[in-house]
């Protein structure tokens, strides 16, 4: 099957615009989860989505929005873009069904953002 | 909530063994390897549940001490394939995984 697909591969914004990334999840997974990932700080983690809902949320600015669709497709905007937000944006779909996450997480390629 | 893994960096020779630890502050649920590749995306590895065996996979394996909330990946001979940065997620009850900042190995002939 599908992995998980993330779009566009590469951006590169200036500060103060905002971006907009995508993520579709492996079919049947109803959980995404969103990560930053930087040099020396690895995985951070933003959000997660489950059936539309955000679940859960990282220590990150309200900058840093997101959405899940019906189909189970996610997207992540970033507004007002700082030169620090520049980083590989992963997202990682799993089957969730309970109140753990006792399954693996699917990664995606990634976005990677860059901001001057 | 972010896990602590150490060391944060380590050389190996060819079929020499080595450990990557992960702890936390907080109890945990299950605990999540992962290997990163330069310019890949992370690749499970296993998870460990709470309550759960250790976990062997080949000659990668893995333990999970609950009452620490500390977790160990056991390299053993390793390969060239073996290099790459280790992750290790931590999962507290919330469905949500926080990542160490990883291990980088790097498995030289």
């Not at chain 1, 020396?40 to 929005?65: I, M």
């Not at chain 1, 019906?70 to 997202?91: F, H, K, P, Q």
């Not at chain 2, 290997?35 to 976990?55: D, N, S, Y």
């Not at chain 2, 931590?90 to 990542?99: D, K």
Request: hydrophobic share 30%; glycine share 10%.
């Amino acid at each position: 099957k599908a992995g998980v697909t993330q779009t566009p591969r590469y951006l590169i914004k200036t500060r103060g615009q905002q971006v907009t990334l995508s993520c579709s999840p492996i079919s049947g997974h109803r959980s995404v989860s969103w990560y930053q990932q930087t040099p020396g700080q690895g995985l951070q983690f933003l959000f997660e989505y489950f059936s539309e809902t955000q679940r859960n949320k990282g220590n990150f600015p309200g900058r840093f929005s997101g959405r899940q669709f019906s189909n189970s497709r996610s997207e992540m905007n970033v507004s007002t873009l700082e030169l620090g937000d520049s980083a590989l944006y992963l997202c990682a779909s799993s089957f969730t069904p309970g109140q753990v996450t006792n399954t693996e997480a699917f990664f995606g390629q990634g976005t990677r953002l860059t901001v001057v | 909530q972010q896990p602590v893994q150490s060391p944060q960096a380590v050389i190996l020779r060819e079929g020499e063994d080595a450990v990557i630890n992960c702890s936390s502050s907080k109890a945990l649920y299950s605990v999540h390897w992962y290997r990163q590749k330069h310019g890949e995306a992370p690749v499970f590895l296993m998870i460990l549940l709470k309550g759960g065996e250790q976990k062997g996979h080949e000659k990668i394996s893995a333990s999970f001490n609950e009452k620490k909330q500390q977790s160990s990946l056991y390299l053993t001979a390793s390969q060239l394939s073996y290099s790459g940065t280790y992750f290790c997620g931590t999962e507290a009850g919330a469905n949500n995984l926080f990542f160490g900042t990883g291990t980088r190995l790097t498995v030289i002939p």
